[in-house]
C-alpha cells in the first residue's frame, strides 16, 4: 500500500524528489528527527484539508503541495567537543493528499457553484431555484424526518503523505576532463502518512479515526535505498470528531499512551443555535486547548528535562540513556484565533498561543534552566479579494500579508546569528480559485521567512527563505 500511495502522487503530480536528512555523531535540534512533532505536521495538514473539503461540501479532492527551502542549513552541536555546526543541505518538502466521499444517505443539493457559497451553512438544503419551487415540500420533510432532515451522512476515505527530502551537493575533480557537480543521496529518508476514514453526519457530528504511519530509511552501503525495509517505524492512531459544529475532540495515542489531546470551541457554531444573524456577523472565533508529550530526552531534543544530570544527581545526562533514565515533560497550550472574510472583499486571519510545560527545562547547549516565554505563537495576515462580489460563486483571488512572532528552544540553535529563544516573521501569500467548466480549480503560492506556521513544521527553517506552491482539483 505504501508503494502504491507513493506511486499514484509521484504520477498525478510529476513530483520526483530525493529525500535524505543528517545522520552522523552529533544530536541534532530537529522537527525532523521526532516523529511526535512530524505526526502533529502531518495530523495538521490532514484537518486543515478537510476543514476545506466540509466549507466545499466535495465528493472528491485531490491536494499537492510542494515546498522549497533556499540556502538551508542544518545547526547541530558535537556531544563531544561541545561546538556547534553547519551542514549545507538542500531541502524540497512535498505533501499530497487523495479523498473520497461516498453518499451513504442522500447526497449534497444544489450545483458545485451553489454549494461554494460562502456562508449559506446550509450543508444540502435545496438552494436556488430548487429552493424556490420545493420550499413548502422541504419544510414537511425536515418535520418528518428529524435527524436525517438535513440528509448528509457521508462516508470519506483519506490518504495522505508528507515527504522530507533533504539533499546535499558535491563536487569531484575529473583531472583534464574538469570538475563533475553531483548530489549525495546518502541520508536518512522520512516519510509520514495518514489514512483515516470518516463518517459526517452534519450538523451533528462528524467522526476521522486513522492511523500515521512514520517511517525512516537508511541508504545502504552502496548509496542505494530499498523502501521495503526501514531502519525505524512507528504507528499512531487518531480520533478526531466534532459534536454539534461547535465542539472539537482530537486525540492520538501510541502504545497505550495518549500522545497528544486537543479540545476545541467553535463559537460562532454555538451562537448559531442562538442566532444565525450574530454568529454570522464576524470571522470564526475559535478557542482551543491542547496537551502535547514533545520532550523525551532523545537525540533530537533542544533540551533535558528536569535537569541535566540523571537521577543520581552527578552523571550527566546523554542521548544513549535507556528508556527507563529518560524523563518526558507535556508542554501545554491555549490558543485563540479568528479567521474568515469581512464582506466579499477583506480577510483576516488572527492567532495567539500561550504555552506552559509541565516540567522545567533545560538547554543542551548552556546547561541551564530555560525560561519558557508565556507566548508561544502570534501572528496576524490580511488580505484583499480582486474578485469580489463573485465569492458568492466560488471564485476568488485572494493576495496577503502577514507576519508573526515565534518562540521555540531550538531556535538559538538552528537560526544564523543571535541566541534569542524567538524571532519575527513575515509571509506573501496569493491564493485563487478558478472553473473549468463546473469543476474548481485551486492554487496557492506562498513566500516567507520566520513565518510561525512554517517553523512550528519544522524549526530549522529559521532564518530561511521559504517557497512554496499547491494545487487542487475536486468536484
Do not use: C
Amino acid at each position: 500500500m505504501r508503494t502504491l500511495f507513493s506511486s499514484l502522487f509521484l504520477s498525478v503530480f510529476l513530483v520526483l524528489v530525493s529525500a535524505v536528512s543528517l545522520h552522523a555523531a552529533v544530536y541534532e535540534a530537529s522537527s525532523l528527527h521526532n516523529a511526535v512533532s512530524r505526526s502533529e505536521t502531518v495530523l495538521d495538514l490532514f484537518y486543515d484539508r478537510w476543514e476545506r473539503i466540509q466549507d466545499m461540501d466535495l465528493y472528491f479532492d485531490l491536494y499537492g503541495r510542494i515546498n522549497w527551502v533556499h540556502n538551508f542549513k542544518v545547526y547541530a552541536v558535537n556531544q563531544g567537543s561541545g561546538q556547534r555546526q553547519a551542514v549545507d543541505m538542500r531541502l524540497v518538502r512535498t505533501y499530497g493528499s487523495i479523498t473520497i466521499n461516498i453518499p451513504l444517505l442522500r447526497s449534497y443539493s444544489g450545483t458545485m457553484q451553489e454549494r461554494l457559497k460562502p456562508g449559506t451553512g446550509d450543508y444540502g438544503d435545496i438552494k436556488g431555484k430548487e429552493q424556490q419551487d420545493s420550499a413548502l415540500l422541504h419544510q414537511e420533510e425536515q418535520q418528518q424526518e428529524g435527524l436525517i432532515s438535513r440528509n448528509n451522512l457521508i462516508l470519506g476515505l483519506t490518504a495522505t503523505g508528507f515527504h522530507y527530502g533533504l539533499t546535499r551537493e558535491g563536487t569531484v575533480d575529473r583531472g583534464a576532463a574538469g570538475n563533475e557537480t553531483f548530489t549525495d543521496y546518502k541520508y536518512t529518508q522520512f516519510f509520514d502518512d495518514v489514512f483515516a476514514a470518516s463518517l459526517l453526519y452534519r450538523p451533528y457530528f462528524h467522526i476521522h479515526a486513522g492511523l500515521v504511519l512514520s517511517q525512516q530509511f537508511e541508504p545502504r552501503d552502496d548509496g542505494t535505498m530499498s523502501y521495503a525495509d526501514p531502519v525505524e517505524r512507528s504507528k499512531r492512531y487518531f480520533v478526531a470528531s466534532n459534536l454539534l459544529s461547535f465542539l472539537n475532540l482530537n486525540a492520538t495515542t501510541r502504545k497505550d499512551e495518549m500522545e497528544s489531546l486537543a479540545v476545541g470551541f467553535i463559537i460562532n457554531e454555538a451562537l448559531d443555535y442562538v442566532s444565525k444573524k450574530v454568529s454570522r456577523s464576524f470571522p470564526q472565533l475559535t478557542l482551543t486547548y491542547k496537551q502535547l508529550n514533545l520532550f523525551n530526552d532523545r537525540l533530537y531534543d533542544p533540551v533535558w528535562v528536569e535537569s541535566y544530570y540523571m537521577s543520581d544527581g552527578s552523571t550527566p545526562k546523554t542521548s544513549a540513556m535507556n528508556d527507563a533514565e529518560r524523563d518526558e515533560a507535556k508542554l501545554y497550550t491555549l490558543s485563540a484565533g479568528m479567521k474568515g472574510y469581512l464582506g466579499n472583499y477583506f480577510f483576516i486571519d488572527l492567532f495567539a498561543e500561550a504555552q506552559k510545560p509541565s516540567a522545567e527545562l533545560v538547554s543542551r547547549v548552556t546547561k541551564s534552566k530555560i525560561n519558557y516565554a508565556v507566548w508561544r505563537d502570534l501572528r496576524a495576515l490580511a488580505g484583499y479579494n480582486f474578485l469580489g462580489d463573485r465569492l458568492n460563486t466560488g471564485s476568488f483571488l485572494l493576495a496577503s500579508f502577514g507576519f508573526s512572532r515565534f518562540w521555540d528552544p531550538a531556535i538559538p540553535i538552528h537560526r544564523d546569528s543571535g541566541d534569542n529563544y524567538h524571532v519575527w516573521g513575515g509571509v506573501f501569500q496569493l491564493e485563487g480559485r478558478v472553473f473549468a467548466g463546473s469543476v474548481p480549480l485551486g492554487m496557492q503560492f506562498q513566500v516567507s521567512r520566520n513565518y510561525s506556521p512554517e517553523l512550528r513544521r519544522m524549526v530549522e527553517t529559521v532564518d530561511k527563505w521559504v517557497y512554496e506552491g499547491s494545487f487542487n482539483v475536486n468536484f
